[in-house]
């Protein structure tokens, strides 16, 4: 698939967090040599710092960016879009492609700026793509085709995995994909302060027993990626705490800080059991099925 971006130059507009982070693991999976790779960001001091951690052409001028780039990844905060595609539209047309991966801004927005037929793809990725285990959605505009979806893979599958969807779903994508991990983060959170009670560690050393948690949590989506849905991970979780919940936690058998005797109780257990129960009860329209269809080996 790298095939499809062989001899193009990509300009990354906006190398903010995701920006450089995406630019950087380009440049690490060898995806494009820095020579053809451009980047802009706001302030010149930061343009030198980057400049000098890249090793690439790092500007402020998104038209000169713009103008030498086949792909134009549009990585700024979306109240910016719109005077960004303002500054680079004339240096566009249906022969580049532009990515955007700004948040909630959909592609006839994007397409009704720029004109010309520009093909546009919208891409978004989440947090994990930072240690390369990223899912990133993909939807087409009306000017892509299969070729330029094609690109975009290529570009964020070396972050992760990637997904197609309707644009209809790209809302989903962000809140459920892009927004989910912050969720999983709190009830990783409360599992954490959790087991410093159990062993009573001092809150401020909680960070030392996060790997734990961590690690269990990872086997757990693995479990699900490779084997069965979600539901049917639920149940049989929850069967195994029941039964073993009688020596552990007192009669009832709850799970600790979710409420059984011996549990925090309290907010860290609401909070965790508010997380848990939004993710797991999201309803079938909200595109969670075309996401898990996504496994990750």
């Known amino acids: 698939m790298t095939d499809v971006l062989d001899g193009k130059r990509l300009a990354v507009l906006g190398a903010g967090k995701i920006g450089s982070l995406l630019a950087r693991s380009f440049l690490e999976q060898k995806l494009i040599i820095p020579e053809r790779l451009r980047a802009t960001v706001r302030q010149p001091e930061r343009a030198r710092v980057l400049a000098q951690d890249l090793r690439v052409d790092v500007s402020t001028d998104n038209r000169a960016a713009a103008s030498e780039a086949d792909v134009v990844l549009l990585c700024v905060k979306p109240q910016s879009v719109a005077g960004v595609l303002e500054a680079i539209r004339s240096e566009l047309g249906p022969e580049k492609l532009v990515i955007s991966v700004a948040a ?8 009704q700026r720029l004109g010309a037929d520009v093909p546009v793809v919208r891409a978004m990725p989440n947090t994990p793509c930072a240690v390369g285990s990223g899912m990133t959605g993909l939807c087409a505009g009306r000017f892509a085709g299969p070729g330029h979806l ?7 599958e070396a972050v992760g995995r990637t997904v197609v969807v309707d644009e209809k779903l790209m809302d989903a994508v962000t809140g459920l994909s892009a927004s989910g991990p912050a969720f999983l983060y709190v009830v990783l959170e409360s599992l954490v302060r959790r087991a410093d009670h159990a062993r009573r560690r001092p809150h401020g050393a909680r960070d030392r027993r996060a790997p734990r948690p961590a ?3 990872r086997d757990d989506a693995r479990r699900v990626h490779h084997r069965r849905h979600p539901r049917a991970r639920r149940g049989r979780a929850a069967r ?3 039964q073993g919940g009688g020596q552990s936690h007192g009669a009832g058998g709850a799970a600790p800080g979710i409420g059984g005797k011996g549990g925090t109780g309290g907010k860290d257990g609401t909070v965790c059991t508010i997380a848990v129960f939004a993710a797991l009860a999201a309803p079938p329209e909200w595109g969670v099925d075309s996401l898990a269809a996504a496994r990750v080996p």
């Open 150 to 156: 094609e690109t975009a893979r290529a570009l964020f």
């Open 240 to 242: 195994d705490a029941h």
């Open 215 to 217: 690690q269990g949590r």
């Open 104 to 111: 909630s801004v959909p592609t006839h927005y994007i397409e």
